[in-house]
């Protein structure tokens, strides 16, 4: 599904090719309106400050609270799929596993990143919005460290890692103790337990003390200045693109007569 085709969220992209947006992180790559920039490790960067981090978590929270108002479930934030527009705000693109469901509705898709999927996902039992909150506190704690949490190169190990619970992570000293608290509240086992999917809704998370001192209304209005922004002179502008070398062999044939009887 493309849900962004019907959003108007300043932080959930129309197409693939418009923005999202993330000091220091991983393979994490960025946008203006329509002009792709390069990854933010190629720039040698990769983590965040707290700030920087509260500031792109803030639009993905924004984002994805516009999403849910319409039924949609994303399932698949990571960096790579935030992107920063030409003033540096953040937005939400690849609607690839997004999915919309009705409320108090359940889907038993297994989709996602390894490293961001939550237990329910992993155990097969049924998923809903509280996925993407278990995510958002995964995002923090990458942005924060320059890895997630659960980070193996075996997706067996990590979806084991994952079923041990947040509770069995040691967090590094750069982490804040309030950054600590809202990662293990978005984080529990139970969905239900999950900063942001209670009778509070995503408000939760906005009035974690973590965000105590961040503006909110000023991140709602575009009038706080981004920690990132790119230089950006129209919408053309491809100096921000990676140079790839072009794919001038042409694809083999298909002759094995497979769609014969079609």
């Known amino acids: 599904?493309?849900?962004?085709?019907?959003?108007?969220?300043?932080?959930?992209?129309?197409?693939?090719?418009?923005?999202?947006?993330?000091?220091?992180?991983?393979?994490?790559?960025?946008?203006?309106?329509?002009?792709?920039?390069?990854?933010?490790?190629?720039?040698?960067?990769?983590?965040?400050?707290?700030?920087?981090?509260?500031?792109?978590?803030?639009?993905?929270?924004?984002?994805?609270?516009?999403?849910?108002?319409?039924?949609?479930?994303?399932?698949?934030?990571?960096?790579?799929?935030?992107?920063?527009?030409?003033?540096?705000?953040?937005?939400?693109?690849?609607?690839?596993?997004?999915?919309?469901?009705?409320?108090?509705?359940?889907?038993?898709?297994?989709?996602?990143?390894?490293?961001?999927?939550?237990?329910?996902?992993?155990?097969?039992?049924?998923?809903?919005?509280?996925v993407d909150f278990w995510s958002v506190g995964i995002l923090i704690f990458e942005l924060l460290t320059g890895l997630p949490p659960f980070d193996t190169p075996d997706a067996m190990r990590t979806y084991s890692l994952i079923l041990k619970g947040i509770d069995a992570i040691g967090f590094p000293p750069k982490v804040t103790r309030n950054a600590q608290n809202l990662i293990k509240k978005l984080c529990r086992d139970n969905p239900a337990e999950r900063l942001g999917y209670g009778k509070g809704g995503i408000r939760e998370v906005e009035r974690h003390v973590w965000f105590e001192s961040f503006d909110w209304v000023?991140?709602?209005?575009r009038t706080i200045q981004a920690p990132f922004k790119r230089s950006v002179s129209n919408t053309i502008d491809l100096r921000n693109f990676?140079?790839?070398?072009?794919?001038?062999?042409l694809p083999v044939d298909e002759t094995s007569g497979w769609d014969a009887a079609f």
Not at 9 to 33: D, E, I, M, W, Y
Not at 97 to 108: G, S, Y
Not at 242 to 249: I, Q, Y
Request: aromatic share 10%.
């Open 218 to 221: 000023g991140l709602r209005n």
């Open 242 to 249: 990676d140079k790839c070398p072009e794919d001038k062999e």
């Open 1 to 130: 599904m493309q849900p962004s085709r019907n959003s108007n969220n300043n932080n959930s992209n129309r197409s693939s090719n418009s923005p999202v947006g993330c000091q220091k992180t991983t393979s994490r790559k960025l946008a203006g309106r329509g002009v792709r920039t390069r990854s933010l490790v190629q720039q040698n960067i990769y983590f965040f400050t707290e700030s920087a981090t509260q500031f792109y978590v803030a639009c993905v929270i924004e984002a994805l609270d516009y999403l849910h108002n319409l039924k949609v479930i994303y399932r698949d934030l990571k960096p790579e799929n935030l992107m920063l527009d030409t003033v540096g705000y953040c937005k939400l693109t690849d609607f690839g596993f997004a999915k919309k469901i009705p409320d108090a509705n359940k889907t038993w898709t297994f989709c996602g990143t390894p490293e961001y999927m939550a237990p329910e996902i992993i155990l097969n039992k049924g998923h809903d919005f509280a």
